[in-house]
Structure formats: C-alpha cells, structure tokens
C-alpha cells in the first residue's frame, strides 16, 4: 500500500476509535477511562471543534483519493460515520416549560477574581441565588471576609440587608487560599443557612446551604485537569456523581466543574440534568471565552433534578473573566 494511503488510512481510523465510545457510550468503563487522559481530555472537552477539524481531514482525503482515482468508498463511510457520531456526542436539547409552579432564579459565573460593580449588578439583578467561583479572599482565621464584594454592593445601590452572603472554607493541603472561594449570595427572603456538618469538598471549595422554602444548594469549584492537579480533579468528578449526587437527589448543584457532563463518572449521572441542554448545542459553551462562542467548552453547570421544569436558561459572555455565566430560571 501506498505510504500517503496509509497515513490517510490512519488520519481516518484513529480519531474514529477516539469518538466511538465518547458518542455512543459516554457512560461506558472505556469512556470513562479515555475522557480522564491526558491529552484526550482536553479533545473530549472540545468535540464540536475536532469533529469539524477531523471532517476537514476527511474531506481532504477525499479530495485526494478523487484526484489520484483511489477508492472512495471507505472514505466516504468515513465522513458518513463521523458525522454521525458528531452527532450523538451532542446531549439531547430539551424544552422549555411555561408551567406556573413555583420557581427560582439562578446565576453560576467564575469571575476568576475579575468582578466590577456593572457585572454583578447584572448578576443580581432579579435573581435569587448567585453563585461565584474563585471570588473573594480568606483572612487568617479562615473566616469569609466580604468587604470586596459589600463594596461593589454599594456602588450599585443594592441594599446588603436584602441578601445573605456565604463563603467556602480553605481545602488544606490543595488549594491553601491560592484560589479564590466558593461565594454564594442569596436572597434573604429565601432563608438559606451554611450546613456546618457538611464534611465533602471539592479542591477549590464547596458550600452546602439548606432553606425550608427553596431547594438545598451545593454550590463547588473542582480543580482543573492540569498534569499536576489530574488526581484531584478526578477525585472531585467522582465526588459528584457517586457522593453528592446520591446523598442529595433533591439538591441544585451547581458551579465550576472543569468538565463536561460526558467527562469521567460525570456521564453516569441519571437523577439530575444540565440546564445548559435546554440550549442548541452550539451555544452551550461557557470557556474559554477568547474563543468563537460555538466552539467554546460547556465546563460550568447547572444540575437541577430530573423532574425539574426548565423556564429559560442563557449564557452570558460579561467580558471580564474567561469563563461565561450561566442564567436559570426553573421550577420546582
């Protein structure tokens, strides 16, 4: 065989053994194991953006084996194929809901220490709870120091005696306050109160909050997959699906997961679903925002139950961090 037929045949071949479980058995052992290896966790963090780059090669292939009168039909099975399996990596898009039961306005945004008081007036704005990722500082004796966040409060006129404000503890021994915590602003009416008995934690921070009048929150940052930090943001991944997941059916969890819904055990989950596939498939990306917004990774979620009623979810580009916000509002 031909030496350019060969490297075809395996321009071809390879990214197809790469996307066949990711698209067709995302809650399979073997998906598991390739979405947590570097560096196929970050293709699968992308698969809008190879599947186009790979159906660019295929077509190319084409073009050649046309030009040079090779067969075409393996290679046309080839884009069929992969078409195909583009396809079904993209979750289901669900329907809205115009039902009257009562409801809930939420926005989870990592601001990466990026925040201004036009940004979080519009966080606020109408919404019940707020949820940001990597915002805020701990002082000495571990406690939550707010007066950043107060300040910005302020400057927009919004009364600070109309929310409640809660913030993560440090994780010894991972992220030591390097990371900004987990900071969740609530509104008072709700009555949402910190479970101090709570013992999970993801590496960047966790917060558990429980009301007699809402549905229960845990609100999380997970580490990225760095070659450094690979082991923990496996850990925190399996701490959602096989923990938090089980222990708390009826809660919202929600923040920073550094994954997509198809990563590691993320894909086994069946009591809960992400608001962001109310949304076409293409406009679900919420990092890195440098990048096109149809191509951007869905790494931030909203997970509500399952017998959840969606009303309107959108993702909000604010220009300040790299990462998008999410925005629900559903009912419950």
């Keep these: 065989m ?15 053994l790469i996307a066949l479980p990711y698209s067709l058995f995302p809650s399979s052992p073997l998906n598991q194991k390739l ?9 699968y963090a992308f698969p809008l953006l190879f599947g186009c780059l790979y159906i660019a090669i295929l077509f190319v292939c084409a073009i ?3 030009k040079h009168k090779k067969n075409m039909r393996f290679i046309m099975m080839a884009i069929i194929l992969m078409i195909c399996l583009s396809v079904t990596s993209m979750p289901f898009q669900e329907s809205k809901t115009t039902t009257s039961q009562k409801g809930l306005r939420i926005v ?9 008081y036009k940004s979080l007036d519009k966080l606020l704005k109408g919404n019940d709870v707020v949820v940001l990722c990597e915002y805020g500082q701990y002082n000495a004796q571990n406690e939550a120091d707010f007066t950043a966040i107060k300040t910005l409060m302020k400057q927009v006129n919004i009364n600070i005696n109309n929310y409640d404000l809660f913030m993560s503890k440090i994780v010894l021994g991972t992220a030591d306050g390097a990371i900004g915590p987990v900071t969740v602003i609530t509104r008072k009416s709700l009555n949402y109160q910190m479970d101090d008995n709570f ?8 917060l558990h909050l429980k009301s007699k009048h809402a549905p229960e929150i845990i609100a999380l940052h997970t580490a990225p997959p760095l070659a450094m930090l690979k082991n923990e943001w496996q850990n925190d991944l399996q701490l959602i699906s096989e923990k938090l997941i089980k222990k708390y059916p009826d809660a919202i969890i929600l ?9 590691s055990s993320l894909s086994t989950i069946k009591t809960h679903k992400d608001v962001l596939n109310v949304l076409p498939f293409w406009k679900r990306g919420t990092w890195h925002t440098k990048m096109p917004w149809f191509i951007r990774s869905s790494i931030d979620h909203i997970l509500i139950p399952s017998d ?15 990462h998008c916000a999410i925005y629900v509002e559903y009912s419950y």
């Excluded at 923040?255 to 990563?263: I, L, P, S, V």
């Design 199 to 206: 013992t999970y934690s993801t590496t960047f921070g966790t």
């Design 308 to 322: 959840s009623k969606v009303k309107n979810v959108s993702v909000m580009d604010l220009g300040e961090s790299d």
């Design 64 to 66: 050649y084996a046309y």
């Design 108 to 116: 989870s945004y990592n601001v990466g220490n990026h925040l201004t």
């Design 2 to 16: 031909h030496k350019k037929s060969i490297l075809m045949l395996i321009l071809m071949t390879i990214p197809l």
């Design 35 to 43: 979405t947590t290896t570097l560096p196929f966790t970050y293709i």
């Design 255 to 263: 923040g920073d997961f550094n994954a997509t819904m198809r990563h």
